[in-house]
């Protein structure tokens, strides 16, 4: 039984290691497990460099057609899990086919790699960078090896960045004007704005602000959309009256916000919405929705 164990022992194990591991920032990335593992961050047109070391099993030799090491940018479907569309694809050749009978060791750089896109795990798809190292063996199986490791990218101050003002309402019965000091935020932000009730003639009960994230994944009739209600903040509890002007402050650090992104290689998106909501005394609801958007500033990651 042993000797069975042994046989599907891979022959080598194979080690990555990055130039700069020692300092570079690390941060958590969740697994396919569900558990967070560290690891390094990058942003685009960084290079990417280290050492890839091959040790043989003790006693053995490796033969081989050959060692690779692969830059991937995957995108992966969770309905689709296991098939990843490649969008950024980088190779290195490190040997050319022979026998290794000892560690070996093999410098490798990937220069100013074009990183367009973040690291993503979503309900229902990821964003992954990976490098990929490949012992390449015919009859016997490859043995391959993975490091993953995470993308942020920054992005400059809006040069516009309007208010949000709107007036809705039921006629007759209810009026409101809101208004929120920018439509574009940061992810360690603050939400400003104000409530004014113009007309109240219905028994409200409390009113909420929620930050809701949207997330489409696929195109046409295989679009599937994802809302998740992120942030809660109760503005008010209890009947307004006319003229009454309710305060909102709401700090976004506290949440796990990731920034907007708009159609990711034609896969999917990712929006964020304030939804304004409403109870009366019967439990009835009334919302409204706007969208925002979300960005990375320097040292958000």
Do not use: W
């Amino acid at each position: 039984m042993n000797y069975l164990i042994g046989a599907f022992k891979p022959s080598c194990s194979i080690s990555i290691t990055f130039a700069d591991g020692k300092t570079r920032k690390q941060v958590p990335i969740k697994k396919e497990n569900g558990q967070s593992v560290m690891a390094p961050l990058f942003q685009s047109q960084e290079n990417i460099a280290g050492k890839i070391s091959v040790e043989p099993v003790q006693g053995k030799k490796v033969e081989h057609n050959g060692v690779k090491i692969e830059l991937l940018g995957q995108i992966e479907m969770y309905f689709d899990r296991g098939n990843f569309y490649d969008f950024t694809s980088l190779v290195r050749e490190l040997e050319v086919p022979g026998e290794i009978y000892e560690r070996k060791t093999y410098p490798f750089e990937f220069s100013t790699v074009e990183m367009p896109y973040e690291t993503y795990n979503g309900v229902n798809v990821r964003l992954r960078y990976v490098l990929k190292v490949t012992v390449s063996r015919g009859y016997a199986g490859s043995i391959i090896e993975y490091q993953d490791f995470v993308v942020c990218n920054y992005s400059p101050l809006p040069p516009i960045n309007n208010g949000i003002k709107m007036e809705v309402g039921i006629e007759d019965c209810l009026h409101i004007e809101f208004e929120y000091n920018k439509s574009k935020y940061h992810l360690k932000d603050i939400i400003i704005g104000k409530i004014y009730f113009l007309l109240v003639r219905i028994k409200i009960k409390n009113m909420d602000l929620e930050i809701r994230r949207r997330e489409s994944t696929g195109s046409g009739a295989n679009t599937h959309v994802e809302t998740e209600t992120l942030a809660k903040y109760e503005l008010m509890d209890g009947a307004p009256v006319r003229g009454e002007s309710i305060p909102i402050r709401l700090f976004l650090s506290p949440y796990e916000l990731t920034p907007t992104h708009g159609n990711i290689n034609n896969k999917f998106s990712v929006k964020y919405y304030l939804n304004l909501v409403l109870v009366d005394e019967e439990d009835r609801r009334y919302f409204k929705q706007q969208e925002i958007t979300i960005y990375r500033q320097q040292e958000t990651c």
